[in-house]
Each structure stands twice: as structure tokens, then as C-alpha cells.
T-cell receptor, first 111, second 114 residues
Framework: DAKTTQPPSMDCAEGRAANLPCNHS???????VYWYRQIHSQGPQYIIH???NNETNEMASLIITEDRKSSTLILPHATLRDTAVYYC????????????FGQGTRLTINP | GAVVSQHPSRVICKSGTSVKIECRSL??????MFWYRQFPKKSLMLMAT?????????EQGVEKDKFLINHASLTLSTLTVTSAHPEDSSFYIC??????????FGPGTRLLVL
């Protein structure tokens, strides 16, 4: 079972920042937070991951709360091509844990 | 990010035939590959995990004799759906990673069994 909780859907206006929340209250000390997205009829695309510090790359920023029980993925200037299902997953970076996908958040970017 | 390819992208076959799907890591060596399936409007479900040169480990409820997985090299894994039936119609997605690094996904293969 997925260890994360995400809202089933969200809307955001094109050009605005999209903030996608994720709760992972049972996360353990050696588990990372990973974000992937899946555009319709494609394979999932890796976005970003982090342990406890905030992370930023060319796609997004990841903000993890100090207690690590929740995080927010930020797409700073959303475009129509960012419409997708976004998955938040917690997983150990080593070991036998697998990427287990929950239902994710369906993000719709509106013109 | 790393690139994973799948072939074919879509396939239509008759009931009772077998279908082979290839998954390749193009710019890295994949010590571990994964196979997922996804039904319409549903999330991805992990079917099996394979390490290069070893037998695949199947998730509970996945028939290993029906879904044959071969991870023969560090860049290639194949999934063969044997004696396919209409209920096997689905979107099959492979994924690959090097050691404990980030897992990357292929574009998926849409299988339709008539």
C-alpha cells in the first residue's frame, strides 16, 4: 500500500505556480520523498526527490517540512504541458523497497 | 534524466498467441528492471522485479508462467505475455535503475488482445 496521501485533483491557471501537497506521516528516517508525473498515455517521468532539505532542479522545487511528515512539490510557472497525474512516493534509497504508486493528484493547468 | 525505451509501443494480437515486449536502458546499465501494468484510469501496479542474470521476483497474484521475464543483459529486459487473453489487455510499462540510483521509466506498451 502507498504510504502517502494526496488530493485526487487540483486545478491551476497557466503561468501561476502549482503547489501539490503530499502527506507522509509514517515516513521513516531513511526514506526519501520521490515525485513522478505521468502525462496521459505515457510512462512516468521522474521529477525530483529529497530526504529532508529542500531541493530544486530545472523542473520543480520540493519543500519538505521539518518533521518530514509532509511535502509540497512546486511547479513555479505552470504550462499546459504540465497537465498530468503527479505521484508522491516514499522509498528507501537503498534496500529492497520498491516504487509503489498510489492514486496521485490529477493536475489540470487551465489557459 | 536517463533514457529507457520500449518496443513495440502498441501491439494487437489474437487470443491465445504470445507477445514479447522489449525494454532497453539506452544510456546506462540497469542492474535492476521492473515491469508494471496499468489499467485505464488506474494507477501503476508492480508486476515483477528482475536483476541482471537472476530470476525475476513476482508480486503476489502475478502468474510467473504467464508473464515470462528475462533480464539477459544490463541493458535489456523482455516481458513475454504467454497465451494472451482479452483480460491481459493493458498498458505495460518497464522501469530501470542502476544500483540504488533513481528509477526511470519507459514510454509504455499498449497491448490489445482480441
Amino acid at each position: 500500500d502507498a504510504k502517502t496521501t494526496q488530493p485526487p485533483s487540483m486545478d491551476c491557471a497557466e503561468g501561476r505556480a502549482a503547489n501539490l501537497p503530499c502527506n507522509h506521516s509514517t515516513i521513516s528516517g531513511n526514506e526519501y520523498v520521490y515525485w513522478y508525473r505521468q502525462i496521459h498515455s505515457q510512462g512516468p517521468q521522474y521529477i525530483i526527490h529529497g530526504l529532508k532539505n529542500n531541493e530544486t532542479n530545472e523542473m520543480a522545487s520540493l519543500i519538505i517540512t521539518e518533521d518530514r511528515k509532509s511535502s509540497t512539490l512546486i511547479l513555479p510557472h505552470a504550462t499546459l504541458r504540465d497537465t498530468a497525474v503527479y505521484y508522491c512516493i516514499v522509498k528507501e534509497i537503498q534496500g529492497a523497497q520498491k516504487l509503489v504508486f498510489g492514486q496521485g493528484t490529477r493536475l489540470t493547468i487551465n489557459p | 534524466g536517463a533514457v529507457v525505451s520500449q518496443h513495440p509501443s502498441r501491439v494487437i494480437c489474437k487470443s491465445g498467441t504470445s507477445v514479447k515486449i522489449e525494454c532497453r536502458s539506452l544510456d546506462f546499465q540497469a542492474t535492476t528492471m521492473f515491469w508494471y501494468r496499468q489499467f485505464p484510469k488506474k494507477s501503476l501496479m508492480l508486476m515483477a522485479t528482475s536483476n541482471e542474470g537472476s530470476k525475476a521476483t513476482y508480486e503476489q497474484g502475478v502468474e510467473k508462467d504467464k508473464f515470462l521475464i528475462n533480464h539477459a543483459s544490463l541493458t535489456l529486459s523482455t516481458l513475454t505475455v504467454t497465451s494472451a487473453h482479452p483480460e491481459d489487455s493493458s498498458f505495460y510499462i518497464c522501469s530501470a535503475r542502476l544500483a540504488w540510483e533513481t528509477q526511470y521509466f519507459g514510454p509504455g506498451t499498449r497491448l490489445l488482445v482480441l
